[in-house]
């Protein structure tokens, strides 16, 4: 049986498709799309209607699922090693002028896909920063309205009937079309303060027949990355192409894109201006860092999303396929 790889379909995901393309992937791996992102994944992953394997998906997402108490999968391994850049986005119809800075969006209803998705976990985020806070320093909790979809989060911030929301959060090339269209406006953006995305698996699988082909498929998931993603791919601008052919964005778009991201395993340093700590800029798909697990449940607990305390990092783990570095 094929393990089945959730994935949401961005432009994130491209080693991915190039993997799944290839005849290792085509015998081994069936991707499975997860267009609602990581909340979807996490339901697709309960043992109770499991629908994937293992997922490609949002690194405070699947810390959360697992703080909170889910114990039906781990962390496997590391995908992107830099932030995703979150834009906050708001309606262009005349409901929504009265937000014109993220300031005016304090104690507005906040579109998410679904709860525990990273829309949902980034708007706390955004109120840490901004100090969305009482008296005693703790985030104010946030109205949150379910709208399920992209498509629902769009039409609420344009206060469709039964889904007004004042702004909602993705991501910000995937979103951008829609703000070139004029459908929805950007009012700010907030980077992710740890790096974007994390591999999970299920434990059946960990503790399965299949652990074989979990493994090759981080092994064969690091060298794709590396292929699709090095100087001489950017420099002869091949990953740019590629984009373009699957995703149709503006050239001008896939050059910002590209020039921030950095997938796990590359071996193209970081852009200046965007740090990790020395242990993610080691990573690839088979190890995670610990001080960024440490340092995500923190921040996590800071918004108000986690309890504060001292967390032991081990059980977040699988330690039948990954290092801790």
Known sequence: MA?????????????????????????????????????QMLTSLDPA??????????????????????????LVGSYVRTSLNWAII????????????????????????????????MA??????????????????????VNNDFKTLRDGVNQAAGHETGFFMWEW??????QD????????????????????????????ERLEVLRAFLTELDSHIRAFANPTTRADRSLHRFIEEVHQYKPEDIEQWAAGV???????????????DAATL???????????????????????VLDRKEWEIQPFVASETTKLI
Do not use: C
């Not at 090339?173 to 829609?178: E, N, Q």
């Not at 950095?262 to 990790?276: F, H, L, Q, V």
């Open 282 to 304: 080691k990573t690839n798909t088979s190890t995670m860092s610990a001080d960024m697990i440490r340092h995500t449940l923190h921040v996590l607990g800071e918004a108000g």
């Open 49 to 74: 209607d499991q629908k994937i394997d293992v997922a490609v998906a949002l690194t405070e997402g699947l810390i959360t699922g697992i703080a909170r108490g889910r114990t039906d999968y781990k």
């Open 124 to 145: 706390s985020v955004l109120a840490l920063r901004e100090g969305w806070v009482d008296e005693q320093g703790h985030v104010i909790p946030l109205n949150f309205v």
């Open 181 to 208: 269209s004029g459908e929805v406006r950007f009012i700010g953006s907030i980077p992710t303060p740890w790096p974007s995305w994390t591999i999970a698996a299920s434990t059946s699988v960990l503790a399965g």
């Open 90 to 121: 708001t309606g262009t119809n005349a409901a929504a002028d009265r937000y014109q800075t993220i300031a005016d969006l304090r104690g507005s209803p906040v579109g998410v896909s679904r709860l525990g998705s990273g829309s949902q976990l």
């Open 173 to 178: 090339f995937t979103t951008k079309p829609y």
């Open 262 to 276: 950095r997938w796990a395993g590359e071996e193209t340093p970081n852009p200046d201006g965007i740090e990790s």
């Open 3 to 39: 393990l089945r790889i959730g994935y949401v379909p961005e432009h994130f995901a491209a080693p991915l498709l190039k993997l799944a393309a290839s005849e290792w992937g085509r015998k081994n791996i069936e991707l499975v799309s997860q267009p609602s992102g990581t909340g």
